[in-house]
């Protein structure tokens, strides 16, 4: 690998370390401010809606100069977000300028893959910048939860700094300082990226245009009979992923009665098993045998209820990794197969703003009516058990859909497809 890849991992991984940390800590937030329990889902959902609303923008924009300069800016609005949580803006609002960040940080990053490397490095880099976003969940997780647990928040409170007052008063406030640090780590990296020479046509600004535009990607990619596979189990597995962040959360407090701070480790852990699946799917899944990983997706969703069944720490760990894994296994492949068609069929940058518009959009669909179910009072085992049943049954779906595609098309063909650039 080039060593301006290196440079591109290490600012992914910082940002959102950065990201997964702030969760930890706005949650926190509310809990201080006494918020209802069903605010908490929306803090994600305010986060991923600029997802959604700028996607039709930010392809664009991250193809209108170079990436390592898009990643510095959006890095910097991330860091706005995280201050504004300090001037008593209430944490969605800050949390949504956060993922006002985020939502134009994405293409850049993914795109500048495309710029560096040939395409049969493609699913290799995928795998290693998947592995670090998955590491710096576990990590961001975990670091969040111990910003905020008594030991150290209690510490940070207590350093004082003659001539300054901070008025950081709480755990949470104290846990969101140090991450705005981490932002300013990630700002560093950025401005050390290559720039690696790839310009694009000038972009247009006419939002109508760009709207039009994106609505085009947007149907090629679901006419596509590999693209709207792809498409769909990656769809479905970022909606299910976020809310499980929640539902493990809930059900760590109500079934092992845990709290926030020690919480945030068993979501670190489903994320470990994520990374271990995905590195394993890295290693034996070349681009021709993506589809054979479909069938996973189904077990992993009749192994979520098994959570129901659990009530000590020491037997949750290795279900939640177990759960994780199977959910790397087969995302990982799928998410290269949809970049290669998608590069195929669209450019690079418009391809991921596509994917990131559907994954968004089902992350807010998802936890909207996660949310509804919490605000309906169900147990959480109940919920748990709804949703084991909808993953599996949504995977079962899309299996039955590449069954009928593989029968009627030609799918071999469509892998080995490359565009030829002169």
């Not at 910048?129 to 939860?145: A, D, N, P, R």
């Not at 290269?336 to 703003?353: E, K, M, P, T, Y």
Request: net charge positive; hydrophobic share 55%.
């Amino acid at each position: 690998m080039k060593p301006g890849f290196y440079t591109i991992m290490a600012a992914q991984f910082f940002s959102s370390l950065a990201d997964n940390a702030l969760l930890i800590a706005a949650i926190a937030l509310l809990i201080e401010l006494s918020a209802p329990e069903w605010m908490k889902p929306l803090l994600k959902l305010f986060f991923t809606v600029s997802y959604v609303v700028l996607a039709p923008f930010v392809g664009a924009f991250a193809d209108s100069m170079p990436k390592g300069k898009v990643m510095f800016i959006t890095n910097t609005i991330k860091i706005a977000g995280c201050a504004l949580l300090f001037f008593t803006v209430h944490p969605l609002l800050a949390y949504a300028v956060v993922g006002l960040g985020a939502a134009a940080y994405s293409p850049a990053k993914y795109g500048i893959l495309t710029e560096l490397l040939p395409p049969e490095r493609l699913v290799a880099a995928n795998g290693w910048i998947e592995g670090t976003t998955v590491s710096s969940i576990i990590l961001g997780t975990m670091v969040g939860g111990a910003l905020i647990s008594p030991a150290i928040s209690g510490w940070l409170l207590s350093l004082d700094f003659p001539g300054f007052d901070f008025a950081i008063d709480s755990p949470a406030e104290s846990a969101i300082l140090v991450i705005g640090l981490i932002y300013g780590i990630a700002a560093l990296f950025n401005l050390r990226i290559p720039d690696t020479g790839a310009r694009y046509e000038r972009q247009h600004t006419n939002p109508i245009k760009l709207l039009a535009d994106f609505w085009h990607c947007n149907t090629t990619l679901w006419r596509d009979k590999l693209g709207q596979i792809s498409l769909a189990v990656t769809t479905l597995f970022w909606g299910a992923g976020a809310t499980l962040q929640f539902i493990v959360l809930h059900w760590a407090r109500d079934q092992l009665g845990m709290q926030l701070d020690k919480a945030a480790i068993l979501q670190g852990i489903v994320a470990l098993g994520i990374a271990g699946g995905a590195i394993l799917a890295a290693r034996f899944v070349p681009l021709k045998q993506t589809p054979s990983v479909l069938k996973l997706g189904v077990i992993m969703g009749l192994v979520v209820p098994g959570m129901t069944l659990v009530s000590s720490m020491g037997a949750s760990i290795p279900l939640l990794v177990i759960i994780g894994g199977l959910a790397g296994y087969f995302v990982v492949p799928m998410n290269a197969l949809l970049q290669h068609r998608g590069h195929v069929l669209l450019s690079a940058g418009h391809s991921i703003a596509v994917q990131n518009f559907n994954e968004n959009l089902n992350i807010l669909v998802m936890l909207g009516l996660y949310a509804l179910l919490i605000k309906a009072e169900l147990h959480v085992n109940t919920i748990i058990i709804i949703f084991g049943l909808f993953v599996a049954g949504t995977m079962a779906l899309v299996i039955r859909r590449y069954r009928y595609n593989r029968r009627n098309y030609d799918l071999d063909a469509l892998i080995g497809v490359e565009k030829h650039h002169h």
